[in-house]
């Protein structure tokens, strides 16, 4: 005869109640902060509202951004067709489509394609610049990819670490050669 005792109850089985379930091996959520020391919100609010700039600051990675449209203005509903690389050898295929455009404060875009994502870009302006948080919540589909998820998961999130340093250091860049342009 087994007896059974109280139900023992602590922090631990608190937090395995609590806890949700692991994301699937193909979603990825990255949290990042960029510094972008001597801008202006609305010198870096112009440059990511303008999503056919960003082979021109994020290059090496982002390939090829062509506008569909003739809107020259940045406005929700605004869509692009993306070629995009990271370090591993494959490229992505993607539509990119403003969702939310908010002047001098946040930018964000969804994504269909290789992969279904949320990109979003918070400013705020700091003692020596402008901060970029971003959220980039990001679902695998490419079918080999999706596949591989499970097994190369670690690899695929190392990728996408390779390509932000790049993203951040490329809009320094952009932004501090467009500010001598215009001072010339």
């Known amino acids: 005869?087994?007896?059974?005792?109280?139900?023992r109850h602590d922090r631990l089985t608190d937090a395995l109640c609590r806890s949700?379930?692991?994301m699937p091996s193909n979603v990825f959520r990255f949290d990042e902060r960029w510094e972008i020391p001597g801008a202006t919100i609305a010198e870096v609010y112009d440059v990511l509202a303008h999503g056919e700039?960003?082979?021109q600051w994020w290059k090496g990675v982002y390939l090829d951004a062509v506008k569909l449209g003739d809107n020259p203005a940045p406005r929700v509903g605004d869509r692009l067709r993306v070629r995009?690389?990271?370090?591993?050898p494959y490229e992505l295929n993607f539509i990119v489509e403003a969702t939310a455009l908010d002047?001098?404060?946040?930018?964000?875009v969804r994504t269909a394609g290789d992969f279904d994502g949320l990109w979003t870009a918070t400013l705020s302006q700091t003692e020596d610049g402008v901060g970029v948080d971003v959220?980039?919540?990001?679902t695998v589909l490419r079918p080999i990819l999706r596949r591989l998820s499970p097994l190369l998961r670690p690899i695929?999130?190392?990728?996408?670490?390779?390509?932000?340093?790049?993203?951040?250091?490329?809009?320094?860049?952009?932004?501090?050669?467009?500010?001598?342009?215009k001072g010339a």
């Open 53 to 55: 700039l960003l082979p």
């Open 103 to 108: 002047p001098d404060r946040r930018v964000q």
């Open 20 to 22: 949700e379930p692991p």
């Open 84 to 88: 995009a690389r990271g370090f591993l």
């Open 156 to 181: 695929f999130a190392w990728n996408h670490r390779w390509t932000t340093p790049r993203g951040e250091a490329g809009l320094r860049e952009f932004l501090a050669e467009r500010r001598m342009r």
């Open 1 to 7: 005869m087994v007896k059974s005792g109280p139900l």
């Open 135 to 138: 959220v980039w919540q990001v």
